[in-house]
């Protein structure tokens, strides 16, 4: 069964301050691996995409990384700021169509003053 | 870049009522769009593929004469929610993939509406 799986669920740190999040996943066949924020009642915005060949990249201050032996991959948040709370969520889409999603459930990030 | 728009952004509604909800490719066509739904702190859950000019296709354990969905055009579809009940209150998000390199392992971006809050009284 396809699955993507996030920790922690929920984070709260200061402004300023760095976190990771981490994605595991279970598909196959694996096509890419992206990272969405979704700030709350608004649609998924993407943060980065990478392919099974890629193990890091950037933007801005997000920086993902990807293991395709391990099946993980990780997002990095630089110098915290307080509009980067949201749900941060990892997708991983499947080899075998046309834009086949599996979604993970998310990280709720709060970043507080 | 793509953008992807849905009207209503909320709407509260009678049980027993439908309700439309539409979504919009706004400078790119889409033959196909994905409509999901997403309950409070929970992950997006894919319930259909909406095709311009063919049935959509609906995932499993989603009812299709309960969901109906229209793709009337290349750069709209509709869902309308038929006879409303309080636990299809939820958040429903549309997503269209821009035109270019299509197919298997794409790295077509997909692009999201800004989600339809539906609460049925």
Redo the contacts between chains.
């Keep these: 069964k396809n699955q993507v799986e996030q920790s922690p669920q929920s984070l709260i740190i200061l402004e300023g301050k760095n976190c990771t999040l981490q994605c595991n996943y279970t598909v196959s066949p694996f096509?890419?691996l992206r990272w969405?924020k979704q700030d709350t009642?608004?649609?998924?915005?993407?943060l980065t995409?990478m392919?099974f060949s890629e193990n890091t990249k950037s933007n801005g201050r997000y920086t993902a990384t990807l293991d395709a032996d391990t099946k993980q991959s990780s997002l990095h948040i630089t110098a915290s700021q307080l509009s980067d709370s949201a749900s941060y969520?990892c997708v991983v889409s499947v080899?075998?169509?046309?834009?086949k999603?599996v979604?993970?459930?998310?990280t709720?990030l709060l970043v507080s003053p | 870049g793509a953008v992807v728009s849905q009207h209503p952004s909320r709407v509260i509604c009678k049980s027993g009522t439908s309700v439309k909800i539409e979504c919009r490719s706004l400078d790119f066509q889409a033959t196909t769009m994905f409509w999901y739904r997403q309950f409070p702190k929970k992950s997006l859950m894919l319930m259909a593929t909406s095709n311009e000019g063919s049935k959509a296709t609906y995932e499993q354990g989603v009812e299709k004469d309960k969901f109906l969905i229209n793709h009337a055009s290349l750069t709209l579809s509709t869902l309308t929610v038929t006879s409303a009940h309080p636990e299809d209150s939820s958040f429903y998000i549309c997503s269209a993939p821009p035109p270019g390199l299509a197919g298997v392992g794409s790295l077509n971006e997909q692009f999201f509406g800004p989600g339809t809050r539906l609460t049925v009284l």
């Excluded at chain 1, 979604?103 to 998310?106: D, I, R």
């Design positions: 096509s890419n969405y009642g608004r649609g998924p915005v993407s995409i392919t969520i080899n075998t169509g046309f834009q999603l979604f993970g459930t998310g709720r």
